[in-house]
């Protein structure tokens, strides 16, 4: 079974990353790691790890995650990436999903970014299997609610880890 790490900083948004965690199909194994500073109380799903457990499973390349998302992703957290500091267990999960060349989505959240962030992804994003991502949502799909852009942003990063969605109406 394919295992997919879905990791939350403490970015504005952090809910978004909690409805891609609950969308994930039942045929992957799925992980939950939250920051502090997400948070987000959880109250009954199965597979989470917090921030500073540092031995936590996603800790090790052996436990071959498949894909990781860190959804949203601080400008702090993204610095940390960007600089191989792996200093808790969200951070050293993307520290392991690029050395073990896995798939790494990144949701940058910030406005405006910096130049700083900039090059910290910019930086990232030529690392092989490293998905620079923004909640950046759309407007040809004419969304009503924020469910609606909710659900566009979680089909796209589904997409990038080709997990099959019918979350949004595709362009035809
Ligand atoms: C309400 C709130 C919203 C925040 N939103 C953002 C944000 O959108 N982007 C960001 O980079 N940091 C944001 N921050 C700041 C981060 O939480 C802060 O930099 C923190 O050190 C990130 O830690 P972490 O990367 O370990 O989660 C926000 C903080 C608070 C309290």
């Given at each position: 079974m394919k295992k997919i790490l879905v990791c939350i900083s403490g970015a504005s948004g952090a809910g978004l990353g909690i409805k891609l965690y609950?969308?994930?199909?039942?045929?992957?194994?799925?992980?939950?790691i939250l920051s502090k500073n997400a948070k987000i109380v959880l109250e009954k799903e199965e597979n989470i790890f917090f921030n500073d457990d540092i031995a936590a499973a996603p800790a090790s390349g052996s436990f071959a995650i498949d894909t990781t998302f860190i959804v949203p992703c601080s400008?702090?957290?993204?610095?940390?990436?960007?600089?191989?500091?792996?200093?808790?267990?969200?951070?050293?999960?993307?520290?392991?999903?690029?050395?073990?060349?896995?798939?790494?989505?990144?949701?940058?959240r910030e406005l405006p970014?910096?130049?700083?962030?900039?090059?910290?992804?910019?930086?990232?994003?030529k690392i092989n299997?490293?998905?620079?991502?923004?909640?950046?949502?759309?407007?040809?799909?004419?969304?009503?609610?924020?469910?609606?852009?909710?659900?566009?942003?979680?089909?796209?990063?589904?997409?990038?880890?080709?997990?099959e969605n019918e979350l949004f109406e595709r362009w035809k």
């Open positions: 609950n969308l994930i199909p039942s045929k992957y194994e799925r992980y939950l400008m702090n957290t993204l610095a940390k990436i960007a600089n191989g500091i792996a200093d808790n267990l969200i951070t050293r999960s993307a520290a392991v999903a690029i050395k073990e060349q896995k798939k790494l989505i990144l949701a940058p970014f910096s130049q700083i962030d900039l090059e910290n992804m910019l930086k990232l994003s299997n490293v998905f620079i991502a923004p909640p950046i949502i759309a407007y040809y799909n004419k969304p009503k609610t924020i469910n609606d852009m909710e659900m566009f942003l979680i089909g796209k990063w589904f997409d990038m880890a080709r997990i």
